[in-house]
């Protein structure tokens, strides 16, 4: 019996073809990247790879990128293979590390790599799963440099949601670690269905009639639903006055804002327990509006949940409390977070506490929770696979600007739909509002995949480590073999192929170019063609003269878009100032393309952002105008009375009020004048450009034919090569760009240093780069400069505490108030002091060599962990660290507490052993660890 032969044994269910092959490829000694969507079994691949390691008597690493993630996967392996054959390192958490299966954070297998753990001896096999995370802009670089630096006997088990660039990286992974399986299924084993809900009704997205977008294959795109479609307009015709910005029907305060959402939660959910759509999980993409979705449902009195079910709830909620002590209990607000539990609701999102959310979790899987409200967060990876998938908003805030969804993330949050074994078919459900367009909603969930891309970038810590152990050579090889740097020379193998078609066809045009010249009797010489500027050919090129000014016409149509699209934006922007600033009552002109006349404002616009205020024109029509039915701003003709009330709903109503409007004998300006001509002639450049081309040799000439088309076509194919150029110039040139300025930065600090080596200059590593290499930190090289400069060594714990956090907190606004502002000691002021001056210096050094200068510190969290470490209360902790008034929330203050940690340990581990400050640091350690802080970390 072979070794799949017993896991299959095991197995009480068979494995699906593609889990077969993986496994297969695994047991004959290769690696393999498995890309399979969400829910399809993926982690059974790297189970094997576990149950090899153990039957071969090596040693299995399983990484994930959350912590949650590798908490939830060692009690899964736990649970087949004992509590003695697996351990947990996750930075907060170290159990069993010696085991021969250890589950971590992929940080950490990066970090034995760099420091020649020797718990790495004897590993045959790293699962890598949520691989695709090495396209996260924050953290994907570890993914890769784990990958370059494993050793070459490791084989590599990765696991990727379906990616539409699989064969790519799986090509890159066969490069640079050898004979590699590539995998990839596009089948769900558990189908999922679209839909689009409408007020309380449920629509299909797509059409019955044609193939639904969960199958794989399908002959032709399936269309959106029409039955939708027509039941879209037609209650669009009534939304304005159907509910109120809290979904309680009509009589809407005026200029109050309308919700995304018009449907109240508690009627979705009836709808769906109707529809048989639960449990289910409703991604919200804020803290706060899971909050307020959750109280909004138990204000309400909805239950989903009878008493049987309630009581099995608190056994559960028990167990997960009980080491709180009685005050943190009231403070945290138990009370009230089980009383949704026991009615089947709950929130789940960074700001919880994290043992409240493994409670949600574990009620979730059992069927005792019904509905969760949860940020993206939830759909990396945790096991909480649900009916359905409800999604309030296709829009989300990626920490700089609220963007539309991609491909990519739709997928990833709608594949939670469908539980394996238990559901026949999954559902997302995406809730209809006014901005939401369902033939774009088709296009998302019809793009079922989305490209990986590497986000590898060379940073400090990497570049000591590199250089330490592999020479400033053998680092830029490194850099070389990155999927980064294997992306880009793929894509400039095909702009460099772009390049060569082009100047093939530069020659012919130049030939063309002299043909049509010939025939229209002109001579090379002849001064029409130039004169001074380029008689002849110039470097190659004929009629350089005639070629200038042909770009000369180019340059003066481009200025002139250039201005109409300046114009363009003034006028949007105008429009819409002026839209907003319109009163009840006002008479404005209409010129569009859609509705002419005059109309008067009923309703003023609500949103500056976007300001749409309702009118009734002239022949009776009702309805909101936007920027876009403006080409000029509006302009308002006069004024007219309305009563208090105006019924606008009937059409007797708006006929009443369009008599009443063309009564005050208002009329729109015939040929209303446009504000086009006088930006262009005004324009200093565009006028210089037009002198030149009347001045030019050429202008004489006829334009109709040849030489012009060919002139303008050969203009285009310089252009084209230029920007081909660039675009390769850039990608063959910015890892090592970066990675030479980041060698420079290290070197003017007195981290690396040149040597002569037998006659040859090298770079290595000094006693300072060695400390910074053990610094695993966004601003690793600033906790190295205050480490070397021994600005920390003199503090007492709490205050050291204070000082670490300042490097490690970024507050989610703009509340940083500066280091003047902050309680505490002289000392602790005088030390922070002392680190924003290094972090000033530093920041002067990264300018000089063009590099993103490092974080400022921010002092936001300092306060909080100081009183935490002095042992003062949750309460007090918790409002130190309060934004506006409100407490920080509990999972926050855990988990700021748990990178504190971290760091400081790190600070213990990088400075002489015995020394002041390691003993500092570690008291400090101490004194967070307690409460809920020690019972998270624990």
């Known amino acids: 019996m072979t070794h799949l032969d017993d896991f299959l044994a095991r197995q009480a269910f068979a494995l699906d073809p593609f889990q077969l092959r993986a496994c297969d490829a695994l047991q004959a000694g290769h690696g393999v990247l498995v890309c399979a969507p969400t829910g399809a079994g993926k982690t059974i691949v790297g189970e094997f790879a576990v149950h090899l390691a153990l039957a071969q008597g090596t040693k299995c690493f399983y990484t994930t990128p959350i912590k949650a993630l590798s908490n939830q996967k060692f009690n899964d392996l736990v649970a087949v293979y004992g509590a003695d054959a697996v351990g947990l390192l996750t930075g907060d958490n170290s159990i069993n590390a010696d085991a021969d299966v250890v589950v971590m954070t992929t940080e950490v297998v990066r970090n034995m790599i760099y420091a020649n753990s020797p718990a790495l001896q004897g590993l045959s096999h790293v699962v890598m799963d949520e691989v695709h995370f090495l396209a996260d802009r924050f953290r ?65 997205l797509f059409d019955p009639r044609t193939p639904r977008s969960g199958r794989t294959g399908s002959p032709r795109r399936p269309e959106v639903n029409p039955e939708l479609m027509r039941y879209i307009k037609h209650r669009t015709l009534t939304l304005d006055s159907d509910y109120d910005d809290r979904g309680r029907g009509r009589n809407r305060g005026r200029g109050a804002p309308r919700r995304n959402n018009a449907v109240p939660r ?86 919880l506490l994290p043992t409240f959310r493994h409670c949600v979790e574990e009620l979730f899987t059992r069927g005792l929770v019904r509905m969760v409200f949860a940020t993206e967060t939830l759909a ?345 150029d660039s675009n390769i110039a850039a990608r063959t040139s910015t890892l090592r760009v970066t990675f030479d300025r980041v060698v420079g930065v290290l070197t003017d600090l007195g981290y690396l240093r040149t040597v002569d080596v037998d006659g040859t200059s090298t770079v290595e590593v000094t006693e300072p780069g060695r400390v910074l290499g053990r610094i695993y930190s966004e601003s690793d090289l600033l906790v190295s400069e205050c480490l070397r400069e021994q600005v920390w060594d003199d503090l007492p714990p709490h205050e050291l505490a204070a000082v670490v956090a300042a490097l490690v907190f970024e507050a989610r606004r703009d509340t940083y108030s500066g280091v003047d502002a902050m309680p505490g000691s002289a000392g602790l002021r005088a030390a922070l002091a002392d680190t924003v001056r290094i972090w000033q210096d530093l920041t002067e050094v990264e300018s000089r060599h063009r590099l993103t200068p490092t974080r400022e510190p921010d002092t936001g969290f300092s306060v909080a962990v100081a009183l935490w470490a002095s042992g003062r209360s949750l309460t007090e902790a918790l409002a130190a660290a309060g934004d506006r008034g409100s407490l920080l929330s509990p999972g926050d203050f855990v988990r700021w507490n748990r990178q504190v940690v971290d760091l400081l340990e790190q600070v213990a581990k990088s400075v002489e052993p015995g020394s002041r400050l390691a003993r500092t640091a570690r008291s400090a350690v101490g004194s967070i660890r307690r409460g809920i802080v020690a019972v998270e970390l624990s």
């Not at 769900?188 to 449920?202: F, Y």
């Not at 909050?291 to 239950?303: E, K, T």
């Open 266 to 351: 508690p009627n979705l959910i009836r709808q769906l327990d109707r529809e048989g759509l639960l449990p289910a999980i409703g991604f919200i993409f804020s803290r706060a509006g899971c909050d307020g979705a959750l109280h909004q449902c138990l204000r309400s009195g909805i239950s989903l949940l009878d008493e049987h079910h309630a009581r099995q709830v608190d056994e559960v909620v028990d167990r997960y409390v009980a080491e709180l002590s009685p005050a943190d209990v009231e403070v945290l607000g138990v009370a009230e977070w089980r009383i949704g539990l026991r009615r089947g609701f709950a929130a789940h999102h960074a700001g």
């Open 380 to 724: 990396l990876g945790i096991n909480m696979p649900a009916r359905s998938v409800v999604l309030e908003r296709l829009v989300k805030y990626n920490g700089e600007a609220h963007v539309d969804l991609t491909p990519g993330e739709f997928t990833q949050l709608t594949g939670r739909a469908g539980r394996r074994g238990i559901d026949v078919e999954g559902h997302a459900v995406v809730l209809w509002t006014p901005d939401i367009v369902p033939t774009e909603v088709a296009g998302l969930a019809g793009s079922r995949t989305f490209a990986l891309r590497s986000s590898f970038a060379p940073e400090y810590n990497m570049a000591v480590n590199l250089i330490d152990r592999l020479g400033l050579s053998g680092s830029r090889e490194i850099l070389h073999r990155s999927f980064a740097q294997f992306q880009a020379d793929r894509s400039v193998v095909g702009q460099a192929h772009k390049i060569d078609e082009a100047q093939r066809a530069l020659r012919r045009i130049d030939g063309e170019l002299a043909t049509a010249a010939d025939r229209r009797g002109l001579e090379p010489g002849d001064p029409t063609l130039g004169g001074a500027h380029g008689e002849g050919a110039v470097d190659g090129v004929p009629y350089a003269g005639f070629l200038g000014y042909v770009a000369l016409r180019e340059d003066i149509r481009a200025r002139e878009r250039q201005l109409k699209m300046a114009r363009r934006r003034s006028d949007l922007a105008s429009t819409s100032d002026d839209l907003a600033a319109l009163k009840r009552g006002q008479v404005i002109g209409l010129y569009g393309n859609r509705h002419r006349g005059v109309a008067v404002v009923i309703e003023p616009a609500s949103n500056r952002d976007d300001p749409k205020p309702m009118v009734v024109s002239e022949d009776g029509w009702c309805g909101r105008l936007g920027v876009r039915d403006f080409l000029n701003p509006p302009e308002v003709l006069g004024s007219m009375r309305l009563a208090k009330h105006i019924d606008r709903r009937t059409g007797r109503g708006r006929r009443d009020l369009a008599s009443a409007l063309r009564s005050t004998g208002i009329e729109a300006p015939r040929g209303r004048q446009q504000r086009k001509r006088a930006d262009a002639a005004d324009d200093r450049e565009l006028a210089q450009l037009r002198a030149q081309l009347r001045s030019h040799p050429a202008h004489g000439l006829d334009n109709s034919d040849d030489l012009f088309r060919l002139a303008e076509r050969r203009n285009r194919l310089v252009r084209d090569i230029a920007k081909l």
């Open 140 to 204: 994907g670089a570890v993914w890769e440099e784990v990958i370059l630096h494993l050793e070459p006997e490791v084989s590599i088990v990765a696991l990727s949601a379906t990616v539409s660039n699989a064969e790519e990286f799986g090509d890159w992974m066969q490069t640079v670690r050898g004979d590699t399986a590539v995998i990839v299924d596009d089948h769900r084993p558990v189908p999922l269905q679209q839909h689009m809900m409408v007020g309380t009704r449920l629509f299909d």
